[in-house]
């Protein structure tokens, strides 16, 4: 009983915290600015990741990490503009594939750093980076018209964002930041019998569902990184769902498959969960495709590590 109302007090104080409102799909707000690095305002990785999915709204540059490249492109959405400046890594570029580059256009890679000179009108032109694995960072400078680009005429990432300034340093993780999360909680459970909880991760999206059969599901999933792109799924409109930059918590009657998604950023995540106060068992938790159980209840998954 103890163990009970204890949990239950840490969700509600975690739920007034976080405000206690339903989330809604949608980019984080705006923060701090992030710290300087390289003589250049600083990008997490996370940001960049996945193409952006709308076509340049002015002149300008589009970023983003896909898989194990670095894909830089301009757009002068019609009058001839002319697009220069240079990137450079910690480690080596080991290769640069230009795109779509008119005669005359140039593109330059001297050791650990690629310029540029183009000039375009209409479309999309630029290049495609691979760097060394152990790269840290890359500080990017990018001009249009021989003046240094605003942010605005910058968008990184499938989330659309701009970079807090120009030049700015594109801070990257492990393996150009790519998804490394274990193979053990890749892709969703099939079938859970009675009364559980499924996690799983799939195209980059945390996945949290419960099957309740009418019981208090709550819950709390916290982060070392941040957590981006939190949403709803199949909650009823009494449901509590609340996040703060790291952490997702949730009180709410289980039914069939209800649950929260979310993208993550950081290196861990940590999930407790409960049904009616008390923590679920461990065999009562199905981990990815397979199905797998945790150890224990809280677990904590690790990006290239196993489960502990």
Known sequence: MRQVVAWTAVLVVVLTLAGGVPVRAQNDPP??????????????????????TLPFPRAGYLIWIEGD???????????????????TADRAILDVRAVGLEPGDVVRRLGNTVTWLARARGGSDGFDLVVARATRWVRFTLLIDGRLASRDEIVLGRGLRHPPGNPFVLSLGPDL???????????????????????WLEDDVWQVRWVGAGREASGLVTTDGRLHEVRR??????DRVAR?????????????????????????????????????????????????????????????????
């Open 233 to 238: 799924e199949g909650l009823e409109g009494g």
């Open 177 to 199: 930041g790519r998804d490394r999360w274990p193979p053990i909680v890749r892709g969703r459970p099939d079938t859970v019998p009675g009364t559980g909880y499924l996690v």
């Open 69 to 87: 490249v670095l894909r830089v492109r301009w757009s002068s959405r019609g009058a001839a503009r002319l697009f220069s400046g240079d990137a």
């Open 31 to 52: 923060g701090a600015d992030p710290p300087r690095a390289q003589d250049g305002d600083a990008v997490p990785g996370a940001d960049v990741q996945g193409a952006p």
């Open 244 to 308: 703060g930059a790291s952490l997702v918590a949730w009180v709410t009657r289980g039914y069939d498959r209800d649950g929260v998604a979310f993208r993550a950023d950081g290196s861990r995540l940590t999930f407790t969960l409960l049904f009616d106060g008390a923590l679920a068992a461990p065999h009562q938790i199905w981990l990815g495709a397979r199905g797998a159980h945790p150890p224990r209840n809280p677990f904590t998954v690790g990006r290239s590590a196993v489960i502990y």
